[in-house]
């Protein structure tokens, strides 16, 4: 069975700082976990920071995991071989554009942990609703739901965004299907 997490954005800024994000993301392995991060929702030139911020991050809460940049060119053959596939923040748009051109990736998903946090959940989703604007996306379906990442948030982007409206706007888009609306450090997981 596949396991999904889905983030809100920001992990660093739940009340434990991210450990319970950290603990879900690699629980259920008897071994050293390899975890692949998916930094495709990002312009290239920063997959290796962010792979080094995700290195920082982790140690901070286990010594168990061993990340792996996701390259585009192999992705599925890096799916088959590791735990899990974490599919970082950014915008939905590169990442689904890359995901598409290896489409099989899923194939190989089973029995493993799939999660993302901000745009890498909203691909997840059948839809999502980009915050900061208000555009409805598609997404790849593969949850069933509804998707809002940053709720409630007020700062920086989100500064007066009408969260109500959002709300409005993608509960009325398309097919009636549930919400998930996840502030900043929250996440859920699906069975």
């Known amino acids: 069975m596949t396991k ?29 976990v390899q975890v692949l991060v998916c930094p495709f929702a990002r312009k290239r030139e920063e997959w290796q920071s962010c792979l080094e911020g995700d ?9 168990n995991f061993e990340l792996v940049l996701a390259d585009p ?3 599925t053959e890096q799916v088959k071989n590791t735990d899990v596939i974490f599919f970082r923040g950014g915008y939905p748009e590169p990442l689904l554009a890359l ?9 190989y998903s089973e029995g493993k942990t ?6 890498g959940a909203e691909i997840l989703a059948k839809y999502y609703s980009v915050s900061k604007n208000g555009r409805i996306g598609e997404g790849l379906g593969i949850l069933a739901i509804k998707f809002s990442p940053h709720w409630l948030s007020t700062t920086g982007d989100y500064e007066g965004v009408n969260w109500e409206e959002r709300m409005d ?3 009325a888009h398309q097919e009636d299907l549930p919400m998930v609306l996840l502030k900043e450090g929250e996440f859920r997981v699906f069975v």
Request: hydrophobic share 45%.
């Open 99 to 107: 995901l598409k051109l290896s489409s099989d990736w899923i194939n």
């Open 4 to 32: 999904y997490i889905l983030a809100g954005g920001r992990i660093d800024k739940s009340l434990d700082e991210g450990k319970a994000f950290v603990e879900e993301l690699i629980a259920g392995f008897d071994k050293r």
């Open 73 to 75: 060119a192999i992705f």
């Open 55 to 63: 290195q920082e991050f982790f140690s901070k809460f286990t010594a």
């Open 169 to 171: 706007q993608l509960r």
């Open 114 to 119: 799939v999660a993302g946090t901000s745009a």
